[in-house]
């Protein structure tokens, strides 16, 4: 019967091996615990706390938005890096959200859909890539980049 509520999810079985022999335990019937909430808030309250400093930051010193990822992004950042983070946000983009749900049999995932805030970001971030692509275009379209850029990267916020 044992076997069976671990098959269920129910109970868990650890087993350690030592020099004299092997140790098998198992815990007493509990239901899965799903991940808590507030890990997850306290995270999006740490990122919340650093976006309201830039805000505050670059607000102050007159700079514009538009502009500023494409200047810091050549000057301190690697491209490389970036090209990575944006194919990172496409690629989270293109993935369903999961989250763990538990029921009687055990622990199942559910798609939750993001809000328009989460997906807006992942946009912004998936950008880079066509930052990264402006760039090594440039010197082979010129004048013409100013045009383009614009054009593409509002295309790409969408």
């Known amino acids: 019967m044992t076997l069976y509520d671990w098959a269920y999810n129910e109970r ?3 087993s350690f ?3 004299y022999g ?3 335990l198992m815990t007493y019937i509990s239901p899965p615990q799903p991940p808590s909430r507030q890990i997850e808030q306290q995270n999006m309250a740490i990122y919340n706390h650093f976006v309201v400093n830039a805000l505050v930051l670059y ?3 007159g700079s514009p ?3 500023f990822n494409r200047i810091v992004s050549g000057i301190w950042l690697n491209c490389s ?3 990575i983070r944006g194919v990172a946000a496409v690629m989270c983009l293109s993935s369903p959200t999961i989250f763990p749900v538990a029921n009687r049999t055990g622990v199942r995932f559910i798609d939750v859909p993001r809000s328009l805030l989460i997906s807006s970001l992942f946009a912004g971030e998936a950008t880079w890539i066509a930052y990264i692509l402006h760039d090594m275009l440039h010197p082979l379209t ?3 980049t100013k045009r383009y850029a614009t054009l593409s990267c509002c295309y790409l916020g969408l």
């Open 17 to 19: 091996q030592a020099d």
């Open 65 to 67: 938005w538009f502009m």
């Open 22 to 24: 092997t140790y098998t």
């Open 12 to 14: 868990e079985v650890v």
């Open 59 to 61: 607000r102050s010193l």
């Open 81 to 83: 890096f970036l090209f």
């Open 142 to 144: 010129g004048a013409y």
